[in-house]
């Protein structure tokens, strides 16, 4: 149980912090619940007999969120490379609100984006789960959101730079066409 102040990460939104515990009575039944304050003023109201259930975490501490940013400078792991998969994939550990496998959507779609760009539907989720991530990390290191994008944004590149290989077009091996005689 969660307490007034704590700051939790609600997965598919991001990381807030709880302003108060209230009891409501939806449909003729009571039930408490956190009413947690998101970036951009948002206000989500999570069921607290439910909260476990739907994901709700406490933030990270100092030293997972180094672990993160090694996440975003690491090489890209496998995708599908079919896309209806590869979103599902996608969609599937943003939803587990496992701040390592949002991180690692974040630097492979991003990397993705570098190399070959990305559909609507995959940069709008690129940004999903990059803001879940600033949310956090903001949080948890007291720095300011600019300063956390940032810092994301080198860790990409930092890894769009040492893992893609520019391939270079290799000379042709025959200059001159020689007919079958035959």
Request: aromatic share 6%.
């Amino acid at each position: 149980m969660f307490n007034v102040g704590d700051k939790v990460v609600y997965p598919m939104h991001g990381a807030g912090i709880i302003e108060n515990i209230e009891e409501k009575n939806i449909s003729g039944q009571k039930q408490e619940y956190y009413s947690i304050k998101m970036p951009g003023e948002v206000k989500v109201m999570v069921p607290i007999a439910k909260a476990d259930q739907v994901g709700v975490r406490g933030i990270i501490d100092e030293e997972t969120a180094g672990k993160v940013f090694k996440v975003l400078e690491a090489n890209s792991t496998e995708m599908s490379m079919n896309w209806n998969k590869r979103y599902r994939d996608n969609m599937e550990k943003i939803k587990s609100g496992d701040v390592y496998e949002v991180a690692d959507v974040v630097r492979n779609l991003s990397l993705k984006q570098k190399d070959r760009g990305l559909s609507t539907a995959e940069k709008k989720m690129l940004l999903n789960a990059k803001q879940i991530l600033v949310s956090e990390l903001t949080l948890v290191s007291k720095l300011g959101q600019e300063k956390v994008e940032e810092m994301i944004e080198t860790k990409i590149n930092t890894s769009f730079e040492e893992y893609t290989k520019v391939e270079e077009k290799a000379e042709p091996t025959i200059k001159k066409f020689i007919p079958f005689e035959g």
